[in-house]
C-alpha cells in the first residue's frame, strides 16, 4: 500500500531530524518528510477524493480559461445537479488556483500545495507547542486518520491545520495572534468560525479544576469533559434553534448539516469506533493529569467529536463538524502514550502498540473497507 509506505517513510525521516544534532540536518529531513506526502497528493488522479472533480479540477479548468481575474471569478460549471460559481468559494482558496495556473502550474502542482498548506502548519504547530511529545507521533496519527480524508476536504483541512497551528498561540496565551488565525483560515473555508468555539472550550477546559467526590470516592481532575458532554447533549436537543442562528448569521449553507428529514438518533458505530481510545483515556486519566495541563482540553475534544458524529443520523455530511474536534487527537493521542509513562518503559510500550493497532484498524476499517472519502486504491494521474 503506497499510502503506508509514504506515512512510515516521513514519520521515519521525522524521527531522524528530532535527534539530528545538526539543525541544518534536521529541517532538511524534516523538509523533505513534509514533500514526500505533499508530492504523493499532487501525483493522485483526479478519481482520489471526491471533492477534486467537484470544485477544485473545474475551478483549475476556470482559471485556465479565463483573461482575468475578475473574468475567472465569474465562471461557472454545472456538477451534482447545479451550476457552481467560482466567486461562491472562499477568496483565499480561489486565488491560490488561480495564481498556481497562470504561473504555468499543472492541477498536480495544485494539488501539491493545497497538502503543503495542510501539512505545514500541522507539523509547525506540533514544534511550536513543545509538548514533550515526539513529532513524528502526532504526524502518524494525521496520517492513519486524517491524511485521506484530507485529499477529500481540501479546503476544510487547510483551514483546520491552520486552526491547529493557531492552538500554540493560545497555550502561549498569545489571543490575538490566535483570532488572526481564525480570520486567516476562513479565507480558505468559512466553517473555521468553529475556532471561535474551540476558543471558549479552550479556556474553559483551563480553568481552575473542580473535584466530585462520591460517597468515598473522590473524582480527581477537571470536570470540563463532563460538563461538555451535558452542555453538548442539550446543543443537540436544540438543533433547530442553532439552524435559525446559522441562517441569521448568514451561514446558511452549514444548517444542512444539522437539519434533515428526520430527527437525530443514537449511531452505535460511531461510538463503538471511538471506543477503545475513549476507555484508555478514563483509564489513564490521572497520570496524564498530573503530566500535561492540557488534558481537560483533550477530553472535552473526544468528547464532542463523539457527540457530533450522531449527527451523521441527520446528514451523511455532518462529519465534518466532528472534524473540528477530532483534530487535536494528534496532541491527544501522544499524551495517552507518554504522559505519566516516562518511568514505566513497559507501559509505554505497550500503550504505544494499543494505539498504534487501533490507528491501522481505524485507517483499514474506514478507508479501504468502507471507502469514505474516494482514496482508496490509490491511482496515479
Known sequence: MIYIVFFLISCFLIWLSEKSSSRYIGKLLAFIAILLPCILAGMRADTIGTDLRVYVEPMYNAAKQSTSFSSYMDQRW?????YMYVNKFEIGFTTLVYLIE??????????????????????????????????????????????????????QWIAMSILFYGLSYLITNEKKKYFITIVVACLFHTSALMGVVIYFLYMYSQKQREYIKIANFKLSGSLAPVKVFIYGCIVLLSLNVIAVLLRSFGLAKYAGYIQGNGSIYLMPNQIILRLPI????????????????????????LVLDLLASQLISINVYAFRIASFFSEYNMLSYSALVYAGNRKYRTNRYVTLLYVLAYMVYYWISYYVITGTHATFPYMFA
Open 102 to 155: 497562470k504561473l504555468g502550474g499543472s492541477l498536480g502542482t495544485v494539488l501539491f500545495f493545497i497538502q503543503a498548506l495542510i501539512l505545514a502548519p500541522i507539523y509547525l504547530g506540533l514544534k511550536r507547542m513543545k509538548k514533550s511529545y515526539p513529532v513524528y507521533l502526532g504526524m502518524l496519527v494525521f496520517y492513519l486518520l486524517f491524511y485521506n480524508t484530507s485529499l477529500n476536504m481540501m479546503r
Open 78 to 82: 454545472y456538477v451534482i445537479w447545479r
Open 278 to 301: 475513549i476507555i484508555l483515556l478514563i483509564i489513564r486519566w490521572r497520570r496524564i493529569l498530573t503530566e500535561d495541563e492540557l488534558t481537560p482540553f483533550y477530553g472535552s475534544m
